[in-house]
């Protein structure tokens, strides 16, 4: 009976360890929770797009896209230090951060025009001065410039944000949307909030 019940039990741990596996900690969630959001433009537009099937059915899209103006100012997350900087044909010019905790964050496609959609910009309209690797950032510090660089060319500008931890993608949607909130409440209402945004 006893040997039963701990295979019950332990079948019940495998099973609730399997479910909740994808979800985050309150560990991960204390870092999470405290974000600044990535785009410094109250008409910033975003959903939950994570997950979506693009490329004909050929990728997840393991990010959040967010909409806003070209040229709007990218921010950091958090504090940390630059982890990569540089381009692709695919991502166009991209950097992310590494806030070392774990959590790693990308900002993809950033601008690469000069005037309308030219691609004639380069390092210079994409990235913000002072961004170098390594480099270390605050919480809030312009690190570069909404765009549609690389395969978005063309599209509505977006910056195409992603939060790792360990190297693998998360949903954090729930978080963009509240450090979302509170951007919306510092802009709006600039009343001290006791909490350092920009
Ligand atoms: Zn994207």
Known sequence: MLKRLSFVFI???ILTSMIYQPNLNAKHSEFLESIVFPVKNIMSHFYDDWGEIRGNGKRIHEGIDIRAQKGSPIVAIADGR???ISYSESSGYYIAI???NGWLSLYVHLDDD???ND???GRDTAFADGIYLGGEVVAGQTIGYVGDSGNADGTVPHVHFEVRYMGKSYDVYDYIKSSWERFER???FPKKLGI???
Do not use: M, S
Request: charged share 10%; proline share 0%.
């Open 196 to 198: 350092n945004l920009f």
């Open 114 to 116: 000069i005037n309308g």
């Open 98 to 100: 590494d806030h070392q």
């Open 11 to 13: 079948g019940f741990f």
């Open 119 to 121: 691609n004639l910009g």
């Open 186 to 188: 510092f802009i709006k």
């Open 82 to 84: 630059i982890n990569t």
